[in-house]
């Protein structure tokens, strides 16, 4: 491990960018801080602490805020700005990133935030009891206010095409319109031609029996560790505890933790929960050290993050070479016994089905799609809240021919909009894209760590790559320099096309011997 | 549950104090964020995240600093103070409380409180490598500075009679060498004379066989939960985790935790540890909520504090009315059976020994006279730092008739100085002292909520007269009011000659039939 102070000092040689880091570091700590209430929150505190909770971390938010309105933060930026030219990347970056804080913390007046932070916690509460009751009326006038806000916070965060681009770059910078409307409209057709293809092929099945067994919890709790060991968890760096929806937290470089949920059936749901988790952890353990307490010494967006934890989930997890590691461990810890075929099979059912979160590979960017262009239409006003659920199950029959019998599962089954979160979606199927331009590289140059399981041939790849820079470089350009092209749906397609269309015919290479 | 903020409004109406309060709110945040990042880290924190962790914590403890110079503070304060007269008994003890904060934090200048930090953060690493190897040269040139930096906070801080007072005071405000000297001259003679009658008296044994005996770690667990469930713990509110040392933590009057340590032999020490920090945790758990988020909502001092842990540990939980209850539990969990009498025996040994932490409640209160006669000497420069491990020695050859075999368990055995905590040690003996005030109140005026191990009621009688205050007396004046005299050295006399001269006698009385 570098010391940091000097080793961080070779990447930091501008006086300006130097104060700027000084500052910065208040900022860093209240992150430090709010990352644990989080994590707490979700994991260990006790139940009747979450006033006590809040009341903290809103004032710790607010003052966090303050700091970036600071007029003196501002002056050095734009004293760092004048001379970009003469910055190193790693400085550069630290000024594109604060800037970038600094101007969305000024557009959106406190007023609106507090407003946006008041109805987005009632909304929560009443999406969680109208999803109960599948009673969309209920939750309408929060909605409505809610796209209200956003749209307003569109106007005033600002953009050139499309409102909607103000809130995707918010999730995503960098992200427009002008690029997921191309993207999806090739990915769209393309998917529906493959998914026919599967449902009609007879080899990857849409159900499997192992879908209603249960498990023991306890023995499943010592295989999840067991398989983090496998991945070459450092346990000095991270944890795996439990919360009621899985998540991946970090409190530094070298404190990084996930969780994930036992639902007592299904254990391939736990299995990939903890594959997706780890790869969006991994991602923040293999960050450049130095970059600690730097606003470039985390992961550089949404839709990277979602790039790893999906090529750890789908490309490397649910692969062939995967099979024989995780039949060993099925069969040790829950004493389940499935020959690699049946066991691949297992874990890749394809099904159109109405939920996003249980969506497949082949199916899940169908969702995105439906979410991406109602939200888009929500936002321009080109769609009304009163006309969402018709809309919803329209779309929903049109592209994956199911059509949901009650909000529940239809309009209702996601609590993003409740969140207030408008432009996020998009970056699940952009994180697709990434993983599967990531598996075309590594498919086309070094297979060999693919099909061997060659893991700490794939953690160094990742880590040179793409981890070790943070947000150094914007997610685009990072994309473009480490995977040699932008995002688009070639590479997805073809991955598609490869694992579902063409891999049945190839598995026996891949799959271990039974 | 009342609602806070209308609650709290009724009794804080001055316009000043709510405006000092709408100040105090982010330094409240700030420490309940301190208090977290403390608790994990001595519970969950993955091992390398320690670094990371103790630059979030410098930097908010900075800003906490920072906070309390605050020229606005300052004047809201002196606006107040102006006005104390026509203030309640609340919104005097927000006064008091701040103004005491901001006094300490002013008197001690930044580049002293910093030195002061980097040298005890180094000496507590060199106290636990020089007591492995019993080698005092080692710590002896950081204790001189240590003592050296003391000397100076002390007169930074201004003192009227003796320099040692102004740190007492850091721990017990209000206390001073006046009232220590007369205590410890009164309990010191009379504790050795009572230490000689229970020596020869042959009822207390020195030891006890159990004392050798391991226990199943698992198992403990499940007993020490269920002993927390007898004792009324409220688990929406609290938690019980491990850690190396024991300790209690809030982060809030609703999320209080505590940890204790499973050594695997001698049951009676985690069963003890866990009912001494349960004491610390039902004082913070029945301050009046409408105290949230203000300077008086937290437990007033070290002693105070001590007093409630000390007063469950000795007075209630090895007191002759808990041999039912544990010998039931102890039998449950563990296999353990043991006729009351024979268990009051086995948690009650007494013998002059080495170590203050493994004292029992006869010849604690020796260990701590030595100390506090060493601190004073060192403070007013009458004994030097090299003088410290002979004089150390003699007193405890003449307090207790032990001698030291090695610096370890001599000068060496307390971290305490090791972190600068001087004026420390003698908390636990007031907290010694206000507890036995608590048994003569109990025992002459509702004796059967000790007999009847009326543990409600034993909670409802500590709230109404102490908890519920919080910090809104001075600890001494706290104990004036609530008790009904000064600490002094007659409640603790009296109280140990009850149970160790004269209880033996009447045992039957009061131990539940076998």
Redesign the interface.
Known sequence: ?PE?ASEAGTLFRDETVRRILGKY??L???G???S??GW?LET??????V???S??????E??SHRLLLDPELDKLLREAEEKLDSLNVYERGVVRVLRRAVRIAKAVPEELARREARVTSEATQVWKEAKKKADFKMFKPYLEEIVEIQRRKAELLGYEDHPYDALLDLYEEGLRVRHLDPLFNELVPATRRILDRVLTGGFYPSRHPLEDQGYDVERARAMLRRLLDDLGW??????LDESAHPFTID?????V?ITVRYEGRDIKRAVYSLVHEYGHALYQLQIDRRL??TPIGTGVSMGVHESQSRFWENVVGRGPWFMGLLSKRLAEHLGLRLEPLELYRYVNTVRPDLIRVDADEVTYNLHIYLRYILEKKLIEGSVMVDELPQAWDDMMEDLLGVRPRSPSEGVLQDIHWSHGSFGYFPTYTLGNVIAAMIWRRLWSGSPELLTGLDLAGLRAWLGERIHRWGATFPPLELVERSLGGKPSAAALVEYLEWKFLRLPGELEEYLPRG
Request: neutral net charge; charged residues 30%.
């Open positions: 491990m940091t570091r208040l860093w700590a209240l430090h801080a709010l644990l209430m707490d260990y505190m006790p139940r009747a602490g006033k006590d909770r009341t903290a971390a809103e004032e710790l607010g003052l450092p346990w000095d760096r991270g944890r409190m530094g470089i070298d404190d933790r600690a307490y």
